[in-house]
Nanobody, 127 residues
Framework: QVQLVESGGGLVQAGDSLRLSCAAS????????MGWFRQTPGKERDFVAA???????AYADSVKGRFTISRDNALNTVYLQMNSLKVEDTAVYYC?????????????????????WGQGTQVTVSS
């Protein structure tokens, strides 16, 4: 059982930065890939970034070079540093935990493969 709580969202102007945090409760955090996804009304959830238990990262092309995902296993926390924000980054951002994975494979980019989800945090970027 894993519970996830996101924080750090807000209203910012284009070009600004935000850092999202996701605090996890429960066992096996260090054995799971963690991901960030985002969703706007009427749309499917889109992949943003993910990190494996060994620190291998993956990014959507739209955020590569601007966003950085990281994790602190000692604190059971995953972060998403968002720089140079654009209006099109506006969405509800969700933290998610994948199933336990003992391999060295890259993290999944498919939201359907993630087992646990946080409640989401709103990020709004104005022009």
């Amino acid at each position: 059982q894993v519970q996830l709580v996101e924080s750090g969202g807000g209203l910012v102007q284009a070009g600004d930065s935000l850092r999202l945090s996701c605090a996890a409760s429960g066992r096996t955090f260090s054995s799971r890939s963690m991901g960030w996804f985002r969703q706007t009304p009427g749309k499917e959830r889109d992949f943003v970034a993910a990190i494996s238990r060994h620190g291998v990262t993956a990014y959507a092309d739209s955020v590569k070079g601007r966003f950085t995902i990281s994790r602190d296993n000692a604190l059971n926390t995953v972060y998403l540093q968002m720089n140079s924000l654009k209006v099109e980054d506006t969405a509800v951002y969700y933290c998610a935990a994948c199933a336990v994975d003992w391999t060295l494979q890259p993290p999944s980019t498919n939201w359907k493969e993630y087992e646990y989800w946080g409640q989401g945090t709103q990020v709004t970027v104005s022009s």
